[in-house]
């Protein structure tokens, strides 16, 4: 698992994946999401403006990232 810093307090799901390089663009952030690929502290989540804080864990296809400030 790889930490990845944010600038602020928060972060958007779809922004985050892109962020964390866990995907290559917003629009195939908005397409796994809604699919169910994308699960945040170990649950599935289909919100793409999901709001992040340091220490959650987002996983897709296998690869983990966490919040980090």
Partial sequence: MRD??????MI???????????????????????????SVNG????RRGRQLHPGDVVEVFGKEARVSR
């Fill in 43 to 46: 649950e599935v989540d289909t």
């Fill in 12 to 38: 958007r799901l779809g922004q985050f994946l892109k962020l964390a390089d866990l995907i290559d663009t917003g629009g195939e952030a908005k397409i796994v999401i809604a699919a169910g690929d994308v």
């Fill in 4 to 9: 990845v810093e944010i600038d602020s307090d």
